[in-house]
């Protein structure tokens, strides 16, 4: 529900109670059934407002390219976490244990600011059959356009058939937080101090 809408229910709801008082005020009980209601529309205008800005309500929209085909992205259940995407490729691909390929999905993304898509690997695929990502998590940005291509290699110890609209990662929506980059003559003192691999014991 968009600002301007909620703040227009609020104002009718106002006049509507205004003239409710003012037409019921000698009639205690129709008065307290009509201030019931108020309070109602009042808490669903709440409850609106609140799932509009929810976490997970946040919009992605997704280009088809000229050379897509199959479905969208989607949840494959209702408390998942990250959206399946599917391979777009013409023919049958075939991995060779440690090979690896760039896997075209034929689709674009626009991504709000604040935000990035990691690309990650699907867990079945892994324990089944060794499928990871090169650069797990991917990370698609804000500002990216291009073709959404997921890097997947071969981990296993025997080839990997991979077909069209097969789902080969997932895409998890994430909060980016840019830092301020300064620079620092001294930086503030702690316990472990410069102490790297292996410092704090095996």
Avoid: W
């Amino acid at each position: 529900m968009e600002i301007s809408q909620i703040k227009k229910s609020v104002s009718e709801i106002a006049k509507t109670f205004g003239a409710l008082v003012e037409e019921k005020l000698g009639e205690r009980s129709q008065l307290e059934e009509q201030v019931r209601g108020f309070a109602k529309n009042i808490e669903k205008v709440v409850s609106d407002t609140i799932k509009a800005n929810a976490p997970g309500k946040v919009k992605l929209r997704f280009k088809k390219l000229e050379h897509f085909k199959g479905e969208l992205p989607a949840y494959a259940t209702a408390g998942a976490a990250g959206l399946d995407v599917r391979a777009c490729i013409e023919s049958p691909l075939t991995l060779a244990p440690g090979e690896r390929y760039l896997i075209p999905t034929g689709l674009s993304v626009e991504i709000p600011y604040g935000y990035e898509v990691q690309v990650r690997p699907r867990s079945g695929l892994a324990i089944s059959k060794g499928l990871g990502l090169v650069n797990s998590p991917g990370t698609i940005d804000a500002d990216y356009r291009g073709e959404i291509k997921v890097i997947v290699i071969n981990l296993g110890q025997e080839a990997i058939h991979i077909q069209d609209q097969e789902r080969i990662a997932q895409l998890v929506l994430c909060p980016v937080i840019q830092a301020q980059v300064e620079e620092a003559f001294d930086l503030s003192g702690t316990e472990r101090g410069s102490g790297g691999f292996g410092s704090t014991g095996l």
